[in-house]
């Protein structure tokens, strides 16, 4: 990593980290929760779609906020909502509670995607902005590979809740961060005052944009296949693959190892082969890993190392896809990357979530119906991006 993206990637990264936290260090403790608030699989993947249909939709609220006001105070705003739901998660006496704090994390979390996002735009275009991107996922890439182990670990000698306790104090270490450590990246001259014409106008040129919809849609299925795996992955590799807390959050790392490894490759090889070339392959692959995962699973052939592998590899391709889809949408938008960035990011949040609400019926403690919907949105992928405009 060059000096020049280092620091940047970094403090960006760390700020990131609060979100997807959020998410991980929760997954070891489903099982357990649910046993605890008497709930079933069901009720606790609605805690996980309550998350990301509000950090979906507040993203709409963050990026014009961002545009308008500068980066730094959404941020603030963010953590400070984000910490309120993880003290109302804490304190959860139903599933019902759960769920209502799990939305309120949403709410918050959602300023510490797409802002940071914004932030990159602010300082760096093309394929420049991809290696920063690839930078800040290689800086969270904490959170899928520790964050579970951290929550499995609590659980050992402490109560579910103390989940929710960290993830309060690490919001106050993000505040100090933020205070610290970023600057302001848009100055005054740069901002733009809320008009909700304008705002309108401008939406509607980014729905109208092919090059933006194919892109962030396809970024969005990525997405929406990791959100299957976080829904179900703690259910079937406990109750069918027999793995304890520890023992899945093992098997998750893996994966995040995967995703997180290739991402680093998205820069250098954007840059050697065109990034709509790289997305094309590896969407390719990504969809011809899944989709023969699918199939042995059909067969009765997929074991807990089947399973690892498998979604290992087309994990590694969403590696290349998102950030490369990430960067690209925005590319064409830097005057209004606020907007385009809370847009984008709300569209392929509410489709991951909504796809989990969708096929949430189907899925058990088997991998099939995990993989199936994985595999499903792999297709969905490869195709958008047979028709998405070349960079």
Known sequence: MSRSIARPALVLGLLSCISPF???????????????????????????????????????????????????????????????????CAMAPSVAWLIAGRA???????????????????????????????????????????????????????????????????????????????????????????????????????????????????????????????ASAAFVYTESFGLSPTGFSLAFAANAVAFIGASQLAGPLGMRFGAMTLMRWATLGFALATCGLFLLSLQGLVGLATCIIGLGLGNACLGLIIPTSMVMALDDHGDIAGLASSLGGTLQMLTGGLLIVAFGGVFSASPTPMIGVIALCACVALALSRFTRKA
């Open 104 to 230: 309120v994390q949403g709410l918050g979390g959602a300023a510490l995607m797409v802002v940071p996002r914004a932030i990159i735009r602010d300082i760096s275009t093309g394929n420049e902005a991809t290696r920063l991107m690839a930078a800040v996922m290689l800086v969270f890439s904490v959170s899928p590979m520790l964050a579970p182990l951290v929550g499995a670990g609590l659980l050992s000698i402490a109560s579910w809740r103390w989940i929710f306790l960290i993830l309060l104090l690490a919001s106050a270490a993000s505040v100090s961060l933020l205070a610290l450590a970023q600057p302001e990246t848009l100055p005054p001259s740069q901002r733009q005052r809320f008009n909700l014409t304008e705002t309108l106008s401008a939406a509607q040129r980014l729905l109208s944009d092919r090059g933006f919809l194919s892109l962030t849609f396809l970024g969005a299925f990525g997405m929406a296949s990791f959100f299957v795996f976080l």
């Open 22 to 88: 959020a998410i991980d260090m929760y997954l070891p403790a489903m099982p357990t929760i649910a046993t605890d608030l008497s709930s079933s699989l069901q009720a606790m993947q609605a805690t996980i779609t309550a998350y990301f249909l509000t950090f979906g939709l507040a993203q709409l609220l963050y990026g014009p906020w961002a545009d308008q006001a500068g980066r730094k105070r959404p941020l603030y705003v963010g953590i400070a909502v984000f910490a309120l739901g993880s003290a109302l």
